[in-house]
């Protein structure tokens, strides 16, 4: 069984800075492509990022690329997206998972185990 907790949200005001952490028990941490993903009110959970097992590889959203950065320390089980330069289209709760395939994915459906979600919002 494989637990991820996911924390550091908050409130933030346009153009702040968060840094979102993702813990993972349960199984070998390295051999997992980690992801995250957010979920708007009346919209669905849409991709954010995603990071290779060794963390050589990385993907983005183009609504995020160049404000956010994934990264994994696969001695410490965590995986943290830093997010700059907010925005209020970047409220959220952002949900992180973990995919057993040696491919960074980025559909929701292709991940095997997710977080409870950290709720972000950004105020104008």
């Known amino acids: 069984q494989v637990q991820l907790v996911d924390s550091g949200g908050g409130l933030v005001q346009v153009g702040g800075s968060l840094t979102l952490s993702c813990v993972v028990s349960g199984r070998t941490f390295s051999s997992y492509v980690m992801g995250w993903f957010r979920q708007a009110p009346g919209k669905e959970r849409e991709f954010v990022a995603a990071?290779?097992?060794?963390?050589?590889?990385?993907v983005y959203a183009d609504s995020v690329k160049g404000r956010f950065t994934i990264s994994r320390d696969n001695a410490k089980n965590t995986v943290d997206l830093q997010m700059n330069s907010l925005k209020p289209e970047d409220t959220a709760v952002y949900y992180c998972?973990?995919?057993?395939?040696?491919?960074?994915?980025?559909?929701?459906?292709?991940?095997?185990?997710w977080g409870q979600g950290t709720q972000v919002t950004v105020s104008s």
């Open positions: 998972a973990a995919d057993g395939s040696a491919v960074v994915q980025i559909m929701a459906a292709l991940y095997d185990y």
């Open positions: 990071i290779s097992r060794g963390g050589g590889r990385t």
